[in-house]
């Protein structure tokens, strides 16, 4: 995911139980993204109405992390500097 434009840097649960609150770096734009996704009992729910607007390429860097983000890897409750690398 090196060279994905969009770079995931920690999750959190949001105060809605289905939502989680996921923070990535716009390695072309230089700035941090937050943005809210749809995660059920079954993980990141990728076709949910609320990724329609999301960037190509934030939506794919989602796509391609999905199991990560699921088993809980970016949570900030786990996060350490050798996740970033």
């Known amino acids: 995911m090196e060279d ?4 995931i840097m920690f999750t959190y649960r949001m105060r809605s139980v289905g939502f989680l609150c ?3 770096f716009d390695t072309i734009e230089k700035q ?3 943005v ?3 995660s059920g009992y079954n993980g990141v729910e990728i076709d949910h109405d609320s990724m329609q607007r999301f960037p190509k ?3 794919e860097t989602v796509r391609n992390e999905k199991e990560k983000i699921d088993d809980g890897f970016y949570s ?3 996060w350490d500097v050798e996740n970033l690398g």
């Open 57 to 59: 390429e934030l939506l």
């Open 4 to 7: 994905s434009r969009y770079r």
């Open 22 to 24: 996921l923070h990535c």
């Open 76 to 78: 900030i409750r786990t």
């Open 32 to 34: 941090i993204v937050t």
């Open 36 to 38: 809210p996704v749809y």
